[in-house]
């Protein structure tokens, strides 16, 4: 059986929207009230305002609590200390070029991140093969990840930016202990 031409398909689709649409529209003015009910709108409106401030208050807290668990550079370097190393790192079309791949653990460690040529991305994906870290890299930028290491082991670090055919074998292995 040939497949149907795909024209048919589509205005079929158009006339079938069509008539659900005017089906809903029938039922939504045929079933709706025509005069809202005042005192129940008006309390309403009353429980959103005193609602509002509360709302906005805890929200704002949140906001600025929450900053403390973002992985942010800045916030990461406050947390855990300045970095006790420096790994400089270069992405290109398709390696990781990792200028120190034994890394100490329990320590700050910055990664140094910049590119050859595209947008690449660096994982570091733990022995269990959980990412703990990641950053974009890109050309023109030196962009910093700041990572401690609590658990020794053999960690990889993966591409996480589509960046041609050879994307996939983007690995390197990095030795914490
Ligand atoms: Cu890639």
Redesign the pocket.
Known sequence: MSSPDPMFVLYALIVLGLIWSVIWFLVITRTARTEPEAEAMASAGRLRRWLLFPMVAVLIVGFFISLYWLPYTNVRAERLGEPQMTVEVT?LQ?AWIVKQTNIPAHVPVEFALTTEDVN??FAIYDPEGRIVAQSQVMPGFTNRLIFQFDQPGEYVVR??????LG?PG?EVRLNVA
């Open positions: 992405a398709w690449h991305d591409c996480l930016e589509y960046c041609g994307h983007m």
